[in-house]
Nanobody, 123 residues
């Protein structure tokens, strides 16, 4: 059984930082592209960052480029998302995801999802 568990969410003031962690089990972690998505109330789920099997390349949309950094440790089956300069509009539930295809944006092709962790950014 594949399980992805996110942690590290919480309440932070605008301009602050958070680091999210995703622990994966039940899969050959190094075979998967890993990514982080988020979904705010009333909005569609959006891809924030992805990282290929070996750690490169990484992908970020313009909305978070320069503020968010994704990394992975294949020895520990974990993927991290460092979030800096957080904005109120970053408030959302953040999800870890895994997909087998070697593409940065899987579209609807995510194989596994975590249950999410809530990030709230206050003004």
């Amino acid at each position: 059984q594949v399980i992805l568990v996110e942690s590290g969410g919480g309440l932070v003031q605008a301009g602050g930082s958070l680091r999210l962690s995703c622990a994966a089990s039940g899969l050959t972690f190094s075979a998967y592209t890993m990514g982080w998505f988020r979904q705010a109330p009333g909005k569609e789920r959006e891809l924030l960052a992805s990282i290929r099997r070996t750690g490169s390349p990484t992908y970020y949309p313009d909305s978070v480029k320069g503020r968010f950094t994704i990394s992975r440790d294949n020895g520990k089956n974990t993927v991290l998302l460092q979030m800096n300069s957080l904005k109120v509009e970053d408030t959302a539930v953040y999800y870890c995801a895994a997909w087998l295809s070697a593409i940065s944006n899987p579209g609807g092709g995510v194989n596994y999802w975590g249950k999410g962790t809530l990030v709230t950014v206050s003004s």
